[in-house]
């Protein structure tokens, strides 16, 4: 009596863990997406002789190299408002590097700009010491260019400040210093 009871318990644990997968599958396929999409999937483990659950296929995330569409087209540098972003773009579309930014409280609108003027190390107009200066707009007498701060960090400004710098950490400082000469194109997306 024993040896038969033994394998209906087994047959009965195989059948709850097989029920809870599919279970659990159902629920992720029919939660909203911003939902099924922040949590993984359960896991469960089922024996050899049991079939598993089918599982889910993950969505691909976005590529940060991805340049943004409606960015014009050549060699360039592309500053994402919104995002946040900066990528360098070569000749044929292809962003070779993306990072992120902290934005200046003055901002130049969307538009094709011209890297117009370069500095070595200067004090920026909120007195951090920056280095690698591209500028490429004015806004109401603001020079508005990218910059990385000498001590690295990218400390938000003052909102009340008119300062134009768009600040990036040293490597991605250099990165930019080194694609955007004068005359580079820098085109502001939203």
């Known amino acids: 009596m024993a040896r038969g009871s ?30 099924a999409s922040s949590s993984a999937a359960p896991k469960t483990s089922v024996s050899a002789s049991a079939p598993a659950p089918a599982a889910a296929e993950p969505k691909p995330s976005k590529d940060p190299l991805a340049v943004p569409a409606d960015s014009d087209t050549g060699e360039r540098v592309v500053y994402a408002l919104k995002d946040r972003r900066v990528w360098l773009v070569d000749a044929k579309g292809r962003a070779s590097r993306t990072f992120t930014v902290m934005p200046s409280p003055v901002n ?29 707009a004015n806004v109401d007498d ?31 400082g250099d990165a930019v210093w080194t694609f955007a000469t004068v005359g580079a194109k820098v085109v502001v997306v939203p």
């Open 108 to 136: 130049p609108l969307p538009g094709v700009y011209r890297v117009t003027s370069r500095s070595g190390s200067i004090k920026g107009s909120d007195g951090v010491l920056i280095e690698h200066v591209v500028r490429f």
């Open 142 to 172: 603001v020079s508005v260019g990218f910059s990385a701060a000498q001590d690295g960090s990218m400390t938000p400004p003052d909102p009340e400040s008119k300062t134009g710098g768009v600040r990036m950490k040293r490597a991605d």
């Open 6 to 35: 033994s394998g209906i318990v087994a047959g009965l644990t195989v059948a709850a863990v097989v029920a809870v997968g599919v279970l659990a599958y159902q629920a992720s396929a029919s939660a909203p997406e911003s939902v």
